[in-house]
């Protein structure tokens, strides 16, 4: 069984500002710092860092061959990740005092997949193999229609959430990761427990792990429902949060490990993550993690 990522990769200019700049203000800020990110990087790096072999499809603009490296780093496979020309993408990330961002993101190169390179990407991979994707790439609903037409297992992160994401046939999907924002989003609904249900009604077969920040997070599945609370920590900077614990939990899955011990895993690596700065950079090994005690 291999585990494909197809997701972006991006330029990272984060910038340490008092508070997040309001409508027609202008601020200093404090700090500068350029990484790379880029949902789709960074969860491939969390679960490299969880353990998991995975192999990164995406493209980069030419000023993005710095991902390369880092995949090699990481131990990352860049074997289907192009180089186009043009800008890759980039996001400018405002974090402020209490470690909460804003970001704003260009596409790039991450809007630049064909249907051709799709296909050539996913001849690769067969029936049980599995794709994680996020919402940061152009083409995502031929992505999960093909995948799934293989017969690989679709993991989806449909984060940023937008309109794009209704293309989507959300049927194919065995599992959701997406936090409370995302979740309203999508269902419409407004507290965990409707936000639950409503996926329970419309995806019941679907395995559903919905985030909740310092709220700590809520697995569902069929009868099975497990909460865990969130670890408590002194926040830096929250970037990539989210993509650690889903790379933490996805590692996990694939490992069949009891949900708790998976839930547990995911919060302390997340929780590891928002003490410090930067994206990817902030992704804990999970020998870290292993010895952190909340
Ligand atoms: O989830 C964090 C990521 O979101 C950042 O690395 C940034 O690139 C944005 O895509």
Same mark, same amino acid.
């Given at each position: ?22 409508? *027609?203000? %202008? ?9 790379? !990110? ?11 860092? /969880?353990?998991?072999?995975? @192999? ?11 991902? @390369?490296? +880092? ?6 496979? %860049?074997? @289907? ?16 005092? #209490? ?6 993101? =260009?596409? *790039? ?29 152009? &083409? ?6 093909? /995948?799934? #037409?293989? *017969? ?8 940023? @959430?937008?309109?794009?994401? $209704?293309?989507? $046939? ?17 269902? *419409? ?11 329970? +009604?419309? =995806?019941?077969? +679907? ?16 009868? &099975?429902?497990?909460?865990? +609370? ?6 830096? $900077? ?6 650690? =614990?889903? !790379? ?30 930067? #994206? /990817? ?14």
């Amino acid at each position: 069984m291999k585990v494909l990522n197809f997701g972006s990769l991006n330029l990272d200019y984060t910038y340490k500002v008092p508070h997040i700049v309001r409508e *027609g203000e %202008t601020i200093a800020a404090k700090e500068v710092s350029y990484n790379l !990110g880029g949902k789709g990087f960074n969860q491939s790096v969390a679960l490299a860092r /969880a353990g998991v072999p995975v @192999y990164h499809a995406g493209l980069v603009g030419e000023e993005g061959l710095d991902f @390369y490296d +880092a995949c090699e780093t990481y131990g990352i496979k %860049t074997n @289907y990740m192009k180089t186009v020309t043009g800008r890759c993408g980039h996001t400018i990330i405002q974090v402020d005092e #209490a470690g909460q961002n804003s970001i704003v993101l =260009f596409g *790039g190169a991450n809007y630049k997949n064909s249907k051709e390179y799709v296909d050539e990407v996913l001849s690769n991979f067969e029936a049980q193999d599995v794709i994680l994707l996020q919402n940061e790439i152009n &083409e995502l609903p031929y992505i999960i229609d093909q /995948a799934f #037409a293989k *017969g690989m297992s679709i993991i989806l992160n449909p984060s940023p @959430y937008n309109e794009k994401l $209704d293309e989507c $046939d959300m049927g194919k999907v065995a599992v959701f990761i997406l936090n409370e924002t995302e979740g309203q989003q999508m269902t *419409g609904m407004t507290t965990p427990a409707t936000i639950v249900s409503a996926f329970d +009604a419309n =995806f019941p077969n +679907a395995k559903l792990m919905l985030t909740l920040g310092k709220g700590g997070c809520i697995f569902h599945h069929g009868d &099975e429902e497990l909460y865990q +609370a969130a670890f408590d920590v002194q926040a830096v $900077d929250t970037t990539a949060a989210g993509d650690t =614990f889903t !790379g933490f939990f996805i590692a996990g899955l694939l490992k069949k490990q009891p949900m708790r011990d998976i839930l547990v895993t995911a919060s302390k690596a997340a929780a590891l993550a928002v003490t410090k700065p930067g #994206a /990817a950079a902030s992704i804990p090994f999970m020998s870290e993690v292993e010895l952190f005690e909340g």
